[in-house]
């Protein structure tokens, strides 16, 4: 099985991404927390990374698909992934497609999870509260939506085009999401 999960931030992606891999035996890859445990362990990658996550911005393609080809060739990425927050732009699927072309595999799908904004800004508000993530304040939250309008949101046509998208109502209960999300997966591997 090898999913990517989308949706802008806030959407339930880690949450969800969890449900699943315990289902499939898979690993979740996230960009998003592989950055972070490089910031907390002060590694180069994350002071490198550090100052584009704390402005919402994206860290450089260059940097976030060697990170994302390193931990694919891995072991335990034999089964299948899911990855969680990756690709984010279009030349990071230019780049996954040719990662999965060298490990000779395929995508099953891009899972998107629906969610409208006010439900959104709530979650991350919530999530400010209780994890202090430094990158859940107003203007930076802000920031990461538009990029996520600009840059990421195009990516939903071009996995559409190639009919590997589902969409699924990411809004209501967690494990009633997580039931629509099972739904749409064997819909995408029938
Ligand atoms: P997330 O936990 O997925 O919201 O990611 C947190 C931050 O990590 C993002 O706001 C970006 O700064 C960085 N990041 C995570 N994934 C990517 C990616 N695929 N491309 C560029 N930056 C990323």
């Given at each position: 099985?090898?999913?990517?999960?989308?949706?802008?931030?806030?959407?339930?992606?880690?949450?969800?991404?969890?449900?699943?891999?315990?289902?499939?035996?898979?690993?979740?890859?996230?960009?998003?927390?592989?950055f972070r445990a490089?910031v907390?362990?002060?590694?180069?990658?994350?002071?490198?990374?550090?100052?584009?996550?704390?402005?919402?911005?994206?860290?450089?393609?260059?940097?976030?698909?060697?990170?994302?080809?390193?931990?694919?060739?891995?072991?335990?990425?034999?089964?299948?992934?899911?990855?969680?927050?990756?690709?984010?732009?279009?030349?990071?699927?230019?780049?996954?497609?040719?990662?999965?072309?060298?490990?000779?595999?395929?995508?099953?799908?891009?899972?998107?999870?629906?969610?409208?904004?006010?439900?959104?800004?709530?979650?991350?508000?919530?999530?400010?509260?209780?994890?202090?993530?430094?990158?859940?304040?107003?203007?930076?939250?802000?920031?990461?939506?538009?990029?996520?309008?600009?840059?990421?949101?195009?990516?939903?046509?071009?996995?559409?085009?190639?009919?590997?998208?589902?969409?699924?109502?990411?809004?209501?209960?967690?494990?009633?999401?997580?039931?629509?999300?099972?739904?749409?997966?064997?819909?995408?591997?029938?």
């Amino acid at each position: 099985m090898r999913l990517i999960f989308m949706g802008p931030p806030g959407a339930g992606k880690g949450t969800q991404a969890a449900a699943v891999c315990d289902r499939y035996g898979i690993p979740a890859i996230s960009t998003g927390d592989i950055f972070r445990a490089n910031v907390s362990a002060g590694t180069p990658l994350g002071i490198e990374a550090q100052t584009y996550m704390n402005a919402g911005d994206y860290v450089p393609d260059e940097v976030t698909n060697a990170m994302v080809r390193d931990r694919l060739s891995q072991q335990d990425c034999r089964r299948g992934f899911l990855l969680d927050g990756y690709p984010r732009t279009l030349e990071q699927v230019k780049e996954l497609d040719e990662m999965l072309a060298e490990l000779d595999v395929q995508l099953n799908g891009a899972i998107v999870l629906d969610t409208d904004a006010d439900e959104l800004l709530k979650r991350l508000l919530e999530r400010a509260r209780t994890e202090g993530r430094a990158d859940d304040t107003e203007d930076v939250i802000r920031r990461r939506q538009e990029l996520y309008a600009e840059q990421t949101a195009p990516l939903l046509a071009e996995y559409d085009a190639r009919g590997l998208l589902a969409s699924v109502n990411g809004i209501g209960r967690v494990d009633h999401v997580t039931d629509r999300v099972h739904t749409a997966i064997a819909r995408l591997t029938r």
